[in-house]
C-alpha cells in the first residue's frame, strides 16, 4: 500500500531543514508555524522516524533526516523539471522569484527598475533581497543570487553580469578631507570608513590596503549605503561603487585616475531552477538592466579603462 504523504509535506521538510527554524520555514513557505509543525508530524509519523531534533535554537537533521534530505532534493529536481516543461508551454510567467543582492546593487540598480519587471509579468511574486550578505542558493534562500565571484563548487551555473568601478568619495562640502590628497597614501592620514573586517561577507570587499596598506579606517559599517551617507556627511574618506557614489550630488571623487579599483557582478543559480520561466525570465530582465547602465558601472573616459567584460547575455555558463 501507498505511503499516504504528499508533496506538501515533502516541501515543509525541506524548508525546515534549509532554514534551521520553524519561524523561517514557515514564513519562507507562507503558512503559520503551527501548520508547518503538524506537517513535519505528520510526515514523521508516516515514516516512522524522527527526522529533526527539536532544540531552543532551531532545527538539526538526524541521521534519518540526511537521509530523507538527499532524497527530498531529488524528488525536488524532478517536480522542478516538469514545471519547467509545462511553464514553456504557456505564456504567462507566475510565481515567486527572490533575488539576492548586495546592498548597493539591490538599491541602485535593481530596485528603481524592479517595477517594471512587475508590470510586464503581473502573475510574478518578486521578492527583493537587498543585503549585505551571502546567499546560499542550496538551502534556497535565494533563487537568484547576485555575487562578486563566479562560484568554483556545487551545482550552480553563473552568467558574468559586468566589471564595475570603485573609487575613493569624500563630502563635496568638507574640502579639509580631500582638497590636499596628492597620492593614495596621503588617504592614509584623513580619517577613512570601511566596512567591519569580521563582517565582510565577501573578499572582494577587503579592497582598503589596495588603495593603501597605510590606511586604517576609523569608522566602519557593515553596510554599504551606511558608509556612503556616513562620507556625504563629512564623518570621512570611503571606497565606492562608482554606480553608487557619481548619482550623489554630495559626494566628489577623489584622484579619480590615480584610484580606480575593479570589481565583478556574476548572477548565479541552482542548476535545478535555472530553466523555470519566471528565473529565465527574471535573470533576463536582469542582464538587460545591467547591460543598459553600462556607463554607470565604468564612468569615464573608455579609453583609460579597462575594458569591460561582459556576458550578460541569454545564457547562463555552468561551473560543473
Known sequence: MSLPFDWDLLQSFLAAARAGTLTGAARRLKIDHSTLSRRLTALETVLGARLFERHLSGYSLTPQGE?????????????????SEIAHSSLRVSGAVRIGAPDGFG????????????AAHPDLDIQLVA????FSLSR???DIAIGLSRPTQGRLHARMLT??????????????LWADIETADDCASHPFISYIDDLIFAPELDYV??????????????NLIAQMQAAAAGAGLCVLPCFL?????????VLPKAIRLSRTFWMIVHTDMRDLARIRVTGDFI????????????????TERAPQRSNAGSQFDGTE
Open 131 to 134: 543585503t549585505p550578505r551571502s
Open 107 to 118: 538599491t541602485a540598480i535593481l530596485a528603481p527598475v524592479i517595477g517594471r519587471l512587475s
Open 287 to 302: 542582464a538587460d538592466e545591467v547591460r543598459k547602465a553600462g556607463n554607470r558601472f565604468l564612468p569615464g573616459d573608455a
Open 245 to 253: 557614489a557619481d548619482t550623489d550630488e554630495r559626494l566628489v571623487r
Open 163 to 176: 566589471d564595475y568601478e570603485l573609487g575613493v568619495y569624500g563630502a563635496k562640502t568638507s574640502q579639509a
Open 67 to 83: 537521509a530523507l534530505l538527499r532524497r527530498a532534493e531529488a524528488v525536488e529536481s524532478t517536480v522542478l523539471a516538469i514545471q
Open 140 to 142: 534556497r534562500e535565494a
Open 209 to 222: 590596503s589596495s588603495v593603501s596598506k597605510a590606511i586604517v579606517p576609523r569608522i566602519r559599517s557593515s
